[in-house]
């Protein structure tokens, strides 16, 4: 084997290792957090709720609790929420993504998200069980 050959055959290795370590990366900034919120007026919220607090205020209620919060990647699929709740997630271009909120068979709001990295995205104020106000969040964290 000749000095140039090994440099070639060492080059395409780190490409590889290069571009593998690009694709971990990508992957692991793609991950969304779904996250179903009740809100009330009584009662304190919720302290993995602190980062969006001022954001979930703005809908008029005083306190929040989590019911529940998913982690699941940044591609098209159903999310799976609480009280018939769910979240389905179109074909993502970039980080802009069709989403539809439902209720059982009722599609509550479709819209398209541009998620920018630790800005979370509040899709509406939804009637829940009994008395509940339910609000649905979505983050794409920031990635450290």
Do not use: W
Not at 46 to 74: E, I, N, W
Not at 108 to 121: A, D, E, K, Q
Request: with cysteine; net charge positive.
């Amino acid at each position: 084997m000749n000095f140039a050959s090994t440099i070639l055959r060492r080059a395409g290795v780190c490409a590889c290792l290069a571009l593998l370590a690009f694709t971990a990366a990508a992957t692991a900034a793609e991950t969304l957090e779904v996250i179903l919120v009740q809100a009330a007026n009584d009662g304190a919220s919720d302290p993995a709720l602190q980062a969006y607090l001022p954001l979930l205020a703005k809908s008029g209620f005083q306190s929040y609790r989590t019911v529940v919060r998913k982690a699941v990647p940044l591609q098209a699929g159903d999310v799976v929420l609480a009280q018939g709740f769910k979240a389905t997630l179109g074909q993502a271009e970039g980080r802009r993504v069709p989403v539809t909120i439902a209720r059982g068979e009722a599609n509550l709001i479709r819209t398209t998200v541009n998620f920018s990295p630790g800005h979370p995205v509040v899709l509406g104020t939804y009637d829940g069980d009994g008395d509940a106000k339910l609000i649905v969040v979505l983050v794409l964290p920031k990635q450290p």
